[in-house]
C-alpha cells in the first residue's frame, strides 16, 4: 500500500468512469462514515443533522443496494438520526452492529471492558468536565471529550488529564484524536477497517461479486480505507487544504470536497 497526499486524490465525480471500471460489474456494498461525511462538522455533536437531500440520497441508494453507515456514535443514536430503516448501522466505530435482516449482529469485541470505562468516564466528568466548553460524551463503549468550544488556552489542560488517564490504564484504554475531539476507547483490536471487513463477512458478501466502497472524513476512516485497499474503493471527503487534514496521508483513493459532491456521487451509485 502507497500511502498518498490528500492533495494529489483524484475527484471521484471528475474520475467516474475510471472509478466504475474498478468496481468491476461487481454489486456494491457503500460504507459511509456520519460525521463529516454525512453532515457538516458541527460545535455540538448532537447539531449535526443529515439534510433531507442527503437523507433521499442515502435511502435511494439503500433500495439499490447494501449501505452500512459506519461511525463513532451509539448505533441507536445514527439509527435515529438517519431515519432510514433499511440500512445496516455500525456504531462506537463498529463495535455494535445491526442489519435491518438479521437484527443485532453478535461479536466479542468490546465484551468485558466495561469497568475500565466506566471508571474513566467518571474520571474525566471530575477532572475535565468543569473546563469550560468541554463536552463529554458518554457512549456505550467509548467515552468522547470534545474540546472545540475550549478556548484555546485551556486546550493543552483537557489533552493533559486525557493523557494522564491513559498513562494509568494502559493495558485497558486508548485513545483515538478526531476532530477536536479524543475518543477514548478499551484498547482493543477493533477499528473501523476490522469493522468493514467483518461487516463483509456477517452480511456474506465476498471480494469476487462485492465491490465495497468505503467514505468518510477522519483519522479513524483510514483503518476503513487501508482494509478495503486492493480490493474496494474509498473515498476521502473533505479539503486537501483544511488544517485539520494537513500532514496526514492516505489510503482513499478518490477525494470529494463538498457535501454537494458526496450527495451527487450517492445519486451517481444509485442510477
Ligand atoms: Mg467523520
Redesign the pocket.
Known amino acids: 500500500m502507497v500511502a498518498k497526499e490528500i492533495g494529489d486524490l483524484p475527484h471521484a465525480l471528475e474520475n467516474e468512469d475510471e472509478l466504475k471500471r474498478r468496481l468491476d460489474g461487481r454489486r456494491l456494498a457503500v460504507f459511509l462514515?456520519?460525521?463529516?461525511?454525512l453532515t457538516p462538522i458541527v460545535d455540538r455533536p448532537e447539531d449535526a443533522l443529515i439534510s433531507e437531500g442527503m437523507r433521499e440520497a442515502v435511502r435511494a441508494l439503500a433500495k439499490r443496494c447494501v449501505v452500512c453507515v459506519v461511525s463513532?456514535r451509539d448505533r441507536k443514536v445514527v439509527q435515529e438520526l438517519m431515519g432510514i430503516g433499511d440500512l445496516v448501522v455500525a456504531g462506537s466505530h463498529g463495535f455494535d452492529i445491526w442489519s435491518p435482516g438479521e437484527g443485532k449482529i453478535q461479536h466479542n469485541a468490546g465484551a468485558d471492558s466495561g469497568g475500565v470505562l466506566d471508571e474513566a468516564k467518571a474520571r474525566l466528568k471530575d477532572e475535565v468536565g468543569s473546563i469550560e466548553g468541554v463536552l463529554i460524551e458518554p457512549k456505550s463503549v467509548s467515552v468522547a471529550v470534545h474540546y472545540r468550544l475550549v478556548p484555546e488556552g485551556e486546550r493543552p489542560r483537557v489533552g493533559e488529564v486525557v493523557d494522564a488517564l491513559l498513562a494509568e490504564y494502559p493495558d485497558g484504554l486508548k485513545v483515538t484524536p478526531g476532530k477536536m475531539v479524543y475518543e477514548i476507547q478499551p484498547k482493543i483490536d477493533w477499528d473501523k477497517g476490522k469493522a468493514v471487513l467483518y461487516l463483509l463477512e456477517a452480511l456474506d458478501l465476498d471480494a469476487e461479486t462485492t465491490a465495497p466502497i468505503y467514505m468518510?472524513?477522519?483519522i479513524t476512516?483510514e483503518d476503513a480505507f487501508e482494509a478495503l485497499d486492493g480490493w474496494g474503493v474509498g473515498v476521502f471527503v473533505g479539503h486537501a487544504d483544511d488544517p485539520e487534514v494537513a500532514d496526514r496521508s492516505t489510503s482513499a483513493d478518490y477525494a470529494l470536497e463538498t457535501f454537494e459532491d458526496v450527495e451527487s456521487f450517492l445519486d451517481s451509485l444509485a442510477r
Open positions: 462514515d456520519y460525521d463529516g461525511t463513532g468518510g472524513d477522519d476512516d
